[in-house]
């Protein structure tokens, strides 16, 4: 999520100097750079933590029926806020922040309030993280979700800095909810299953941000 808030920075100042079509190219070049500089990094490598795997966990099978609908649900709508959010939150910055900002403050002064809202909000997985192991998963889950309600409702009618603040609120809790979502599957599968249910983590949220443009 660093790497989300450095983006709309990058991409802001790119297109306020260099236009639209060059924040395609200019990432899409970098991207495929770090590719071939990973791949020659890594080609070799072994696996440093050898071949020991993770205890494996027993779970009833009513349970297990309960929490993959919560999981699931959970997922699709932290998957459809997350891109929403992200789609969203330049044009509503460019709509709200006029009265604030001087004059034409441009693409790249939204791009680096964005990018304040989103390094801040990164540090809610950290916090999280924490917050798990000291109150559970179930208690962690229920707080963050019923936290993002409110903040969404004075997004709706805010404006200027106070939309700031609620968008830092709304990114801190949506982006603190996705160790949540990782954690479950950590806890809950066995080893045998773990691949397979990161895998259908991704798919269900892939699903709920199918929806978010629209």
Known sequence: NLGLGAAALV???????????AAFVVPGLATMALGLAY?????????AAGSRKPASVAVPAAVMKRLVVV???AVVCNGLLFHATTVSMPKLFDERLSGVLAGEAGLGAIGAIIAVVYLI????????????DR??????????????????????????WGLVAAAIGIMFFVFGQIPINDAMVARYTSDRWRARAYGLRYVA??????GAVL
Do not use: C, D, K
């Not at 949220?205 to 199918?210: D, E, K, Q, R, T």
């Open 11 to 21: 991409t802001g100042f790119v297109v306020e100097h260099f236009g639209w079509r």
């Open 39 to 47: 791949l020659g990094a890594s080609r070799g490598a072994t696996n």
């Open 135 to 160: 109150i559970g998963l179930r208690t962690a889950l229920l707080a963050v979700v019923a936290l993002q309600a409110p903040l969404f409702l004075l997004a709706i009618a805010g404006s200027g």
């Open 121 to 132: 909000a990164a540090m809610a997985q950290l916090l999280v993280g924490s917050l798990i």
């Open 71 to 73: 999981f699931l649900v």
């Open 205 to 210: 949220s892939f699903i709920g941000s199918a």
